[in-house]
């Protein structure tokens, strides 16, 4: 195994001092350490924080290959600051099977760039009809323990509870795609005054906040764990806060489109910014960003949904939701909540980890822990440029626009994935 020193780093916005990563650990911090053997990395004016952790990742392998791999996704997570990512079972053939899980766990440690932990799906085919084989997915190699029809709601409440009731048996959770379908068919954009002007059906907010309401009610029945993935209205965090106030064991996500870009996007007609959940009003931004400071929102996570050019570059009713968003997060974060590195942490790292189980992630650098982080530089500015991505898709909502924050390195477990801002391999 490769040694680094680390030098000068701010651990979490602290003063600078050294770090010392030998044996796939932070062996030693501190002020002027020596290492003759180790790779030196300049880290002055960096930032060092623990890998960041996504719960929402789509890889689409199996399947749409052309539109991303385990590999090309790893890497562009790597980049991003990641190292570990939760992939969506919306693949070809669904990850309703053991199978199919332990596939994507193997390419996920073929590509060796980030911890690639697959998310299970909830019904078979994602089809919203019968529980998928939730147990045998949890007791393969890959050891499932979130459960997701992420894409589609399961919609029918006997089904989501029979899901609940399942997973509590192991302490899983079902995190849920909430979009009451009936509310929602033909939907384009958010429903408000911009869909009115351009005469294109709404997607309602109330939507998203009946399932979340019916779904925290169930979890509380059961008393088992719910996880709402991309919660997009301001709506929706008042429903969650009383569902917390209550003690409801649930847990809510934030992409970070949502904390950034309004329905006003839609004017473009620019299929980039078709996404489910659309994009919102800035009433919805204010109420989210603040949902995410107080904590009545746990964790950041991308949606990170590639898409080849033909299904992204055509009209906007024919064109499919989605947007990238693991190479440009933490640069969100940053624009979002400024240098508050703590709660950046807790969000986007911590958090994420302890929700999905992933124990060797989410420790602050200190001795002893696992050298899994990634170093920041907080002054740099980047245009992004979808050309110079490492997604092997361009749907990035960010083109052209300057934004903070570049991730100039990334260790898992010790080794380096990212250098230079580059990715190793
Ligand atoms: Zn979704």
Redesign the pocket.
């Known amino acids: 195994m490769n040694s680094y020193l680390i030098r000068n780093v701010s651990v979490l916005g602290a003063a600078p001092t050294d770090l010392l990563i030998r044996d796939g650990v932070v062996a030693e911090t501190g002020a002027g350490l020596a290492a003759p053997d180790a790779t030196l990395v300049d880290a002055e004016g960096l930032v060092a924080l623990p890998g960041l952790v996504d719960l929402h990742t789509h890889l689409r392998e199996p399947g749409r290959e052309d539109a991303e791999t385990v590999k090309t996704g790893s890497r562009a997570a790597a980049l991003g600051g990641y190292t570990a990512v939760c992939a969506m079972a919306n693949t070809s053939p669904v990850a309703d099977t053991a199978g199919v899980v332990e596939q994507v766990w193997r390419l996920g440690r073929e590509a060796g760039l980030v911890d690639v932990q697959p998310i299970g799906a909830v019904t078979v085919g994602l089809a919203g009809e019968r529980l998928a084989e939730l147990g045998a997915m949890a007791d393969s190699a890959a050891r499932v323990r979130i459960f997701s029809d992420?894409?589609h709601c399961v919609a029918d409440p006997r089904l989501m509870r029979r899901a609940l009731e399942y997973v509590k048996a192991f302490d899983g959770i079902i995190a849920q795609?909430a979009e009451e379908p009936r509310l929602t068919e033909g939907a384009q954009m958010h429903e408000g005054e911009v869909s009115t002007r351009l005469g294109l059906t709404g997607w309602p907010a109330v939507a998203e906040e009946a399932i979340i309401a019916r779904d925290v009610l169930l979890a509380e029945h059961v008393g088992s764990r719910l996880h709402v993935?991309?919660v997009s209205t301001a709506g929706s965090v008042e429903v969650l806060r009383h569902a917390k106030a209550r003690g409801v064991r649930v847990t809510a996500e934030v992409t970070p489109h949502h904390l950034l870009l309004t329905d006003a996007r839609a004017e473009t007609y620019d299929p980039v910014f078709k996404v489910?959940p659309p994009l919102r009003t800035a009433t919805d931004i204010a109420a989210l960003r603040a949902a995410l400071v107080d904590g009545v929102i746990d964790i950041i996570a991308t949606?990170h949904a590639p898409h080849a050019v033909e299904d992204k570059e055509c009209e906007w009713a024919y064109a499919r939701p989605g947007m990238l968003g693991l190479e440009t997060a933490l640069s969100i974060a940053l624009d979002v909540l400024g240098p508050r590195w703590d709660l950046i942490a807790e969000r986007m790292s911590r958090t994420p980890a302890r929700i999905a189980g992933l124990t060797e992630h989410g420790h602050d650098p200190a001795p002893g822990a696992p050298a899994t982080l990634t170093l920041v530089d907080p002054a740099a500015r980047r245009v992004i440029e979808p050309a110079e991505l490492a997604s092997r898709s361009r749907n990035t909502p960010y083109a052209r626009m300057t934004l903070p924050g570049r991730i100039v390195a990334t260790f898992l477990r010790g080794e380096a994935t990212v250098l230079d801002g580059k990715a190793v391999k």
Do not use: L, R, S, V
Request: net charge negative; proline share 0%.
């Open positions: 992420d894409g795609h993935c991309h489910n949606d």
